[in-house]
């Protein structure tokens, strides 16, 4: 791109509003930029401050040397504006939208009272990508390439109205990436073709470029008039009106993501995927798990955790396209994966993501591989609520309730024995990369999840529970789940204590000190406070009561990590202090205790 459109522009650089400067500059070649390629702004509509921007990109020849003279659908900002006029068969036979006979890359109809938009179908089923549409009132397209996949490629609003002003700002989007490999199959350049208008300070500069005029327009003096500025005085300031063709974007691609460059541990050659195959000892990387966050985050992956044989694994995978296999996860935070697994079939680009949360030799050396991750804390937890459910269903059997453990606890174990956690997406999600340095607002929100998964036990069926214990039916009618919980494991370890056996469970009195606090499950209820914990005193509270727990919160300077550890390890001690009670107490036979006096 010879042409400078910044220095050939008639007005100063210095004066001129940073956001016409940067509609004045070619676009970089990164392949992470996000380039406008349709817009239709107003801010400060009356104000001192007011800024306008009607833009669309054209899809210019690129033959086509040099500037392209201001075409007229600069001011509409839009491809075609109202509809066809024809009273007769056929009229429209040969309506064909573009920008002055330019392609465009966001196809946009308005008729000064109604907008709509969307990307050019010469684009998207030239690029291969698939649209969906979030929101209800302020909906957006997003555009994504499923093939790789690469999601938001292209962006932007559905539509807007004008009515006396523009109801909503419009900005399309599209990834540098994308944008130049389609001009570049078009053999084409990217052309931004705007309307600006800004209300300037009177500034003795600008003041100098009306001439002592109140009024000027000036266009360029020699070669295509590629832009016409309008400058006027305007309520004691400088009104500037721009209608211009800017060339933005060149065919050119961005470089792209190269696994055969990368550098692995102490490698001092590059890794390729010939290299990575012959290979046939072990040559073991290790990589931050926040390298599965990318997949983990999104529903187009498959992230669920496998254990096979005590060892947990991760397998992240896109719709059976490819998949990395052989991740093992090891320590609190890595994964251990072989080049050779690594650099089998899968795009260049996921190896790259990969290469990116490398963790050297000389860091891991440091590190314990042995501290639980948090997928063995999740499944320990699965453990506990298994044994409650399985205890919980046969204590209802003895006082004629009939549930099977998947209805009181959400889990089976046939199901988790036969497919681990395909089908518990809500293990999954609690399961995600937990890192040292998380943050309180994560930390909170996973607690939230927490707290969701053990609030699948039916309150009525514990209330029934607790009624056939003794405890009075005005007493257990309003407490929650928790207090609930809180009760049975008081009646249980009443039982257990004096060796009752289970007939002695149901019993006409009053079970004693059933409604007092117990201490054992201290941190279901500090869970349910964390749920719930989103203003800052309560947040302070809840610290005070992890502190009183046992958890050193000097920790928390650098992150909330630590601090879930112990929610949920505490949480998981109590479930299973629950089920203990509840098959202590099933294990005994019938006749080798005595009941409670009746």
């Not at 549409?133 to 999601?151: K, S, V």
């Not at 990834?175 to 389609?182: D, G, I, K, Q, V």
């Not at 204590?395 to 518990?424: C, I, K, M």
Request: glycine content about 6%; overall charge negative; charged content about 25%.
């Amino acid at each position: 791109m010879n042409f400078n459109y910044l220095e050939s522009f008639p007005l100063s650089e210095s004066i001129l509003p940073h956001r016409l400067k940067e509609l004045l500059k070619p676009v970089g070649l990164s392949p992470d930029l996000r380039v406008e390629v349709a817009c239709m702004q107003e801010t400060d509509l009356f104000g001192e401050n007011a800024e306008h921007l009607h833009l669309q990109m054209a899809v210019v020849p690129e033959d086509n040397d040099g500037p392209i003279e201001v075409l007229r659908e600069a001011g509409e900002g839009v491809v075609a504006y109202s509809v066809p006029f024809g009273e007769e068969k056929a009229e429209s036979a040969q309506f064909s939208p573009s920008i002055s006979g330019y392609d465009y890359i966001v196809a946009a109809w308005g008729d000064a009272s109604f907008y709509t938009f969307s990307l050019a179908e010469k684009v998207w089923m030239t690029l291969g990508l698939t649209p969906r549409c979030i929101g209800n009132e302020e909906q957006r397209l997003i555009y994504d390439a499923l093939n790789l996949p690469e999601f938001d490629v292209a962006e932007g609003e559905v539509s807007s109205e004008y009515q006396g002003h523009l109801k909503r700002d419009v900005c399309w989007k599209m990834s540098n990436e994308y944008l130049r490999r389609y001009l570049w199959l078009r053999g084409a350049k990217g052309v931004r073709v705007f309307f600006y208008e800004a209300q300037l300070e009177d500034t003795p500069e600008l003041r100098e470029s009306l001439n002592g005029k109140s009024h000027i327009v000036l266009k360029p003096t020699e070669g295509p008039q590629w832009y016409e500025l309008d400058l006027r005085e305007h309520k004691g300031g400088i009104l500037l009106q721009l209608w211009a063709s800017v060339e933005a974007v060149l065919p050119e691609l961005c470089l792209e993501q190269d696994a055969e460059t990368l550098l692995w541990a102490d490698d001092k050659e590059p890794m390729t995927h010939a290299r990575a195959n012959a290979l046939m000892a072990n040559y073991n990387v290790y990589l931050d798990d926040r390298f599965l966050e990318k997949y983990e985050q999104s529903n187009f992956y498959d992230t669920t955790p496998i254990n096979i044989y005590g060892q947990w694994w991760c397998a992240p995978s896109y719709k059976g396209q490819w998949s990395f296999t052989e991740c093992q996860r090891v320590g609190r935070n890595l994964i251990r994966v072989s080049i050779r697994e690594l650099y089998k079939a899968k795009p260049d680009r996921e190896i790259v993501h990969a290469n990116n949360y490398e963790v050297k030799p000389e860091v891991v050396e440091q590190l314990d591989l042995d501290e639980e991750h948090i997928a063995i804390k999740v499944q320990r937890l699965l453990g506990g609520l298994l044994r409650l459910g399985e205890g919980l269903s046969a204590l209802g059997e003895t006082t004629g309730q009939l549930y099977s453990p998947e209805d009181l606890t959400g889990f089976s174990r046939e199901e988790v024995d036969a497919n681990g956690w395909l089908h518990y997406p809500s293990l999954v999600r609690l399961a995600q990369v937990a890192p040292l340095d998380m943050t309180q607002q994560v930390f909170l929100a996973r607690c939230k999840s927490l707290h969701e998964i053990l609030q699948k036990i039916p309150n009525g069926f514990l209330k029934s529970l607790l009624r056939h214990a003794g405890c009075p039916s005005a007493d257990v009618k309003n407490l929650g789940s928790l207090k609930l919980m809180q009760s049975l494991l008081n009646v249980l370890e009443s039982l257990n204590e004096q060796h009752e056996t289970i007939d002695c469970f149901t019993s006409e009195n009053e079970p004693e000190g059933w409604k007092k606090r117990n201490a054992t499950l201290a941190s279901l209820f500090l869970n349910n406070d964390l749920r719930i914990a989103d203003a800052h005193d309560a947040v302070k509270k809840c610290i005070d009561t992890l502190q009183d727990l046992g958890f050193d919160t000097a920790s928390l300077s650098v992150g909330y990590g630590r601090a879930f550890d112990f929610v949920i390890d505490a949480v998981s001690e109590s479930i299973s202090c629950i089920a203990t009670h509840i098959e202590q107490l099933l294990e005994r036979g019938v006749f080798q205790g005595s009941c409670r006096l009746k």
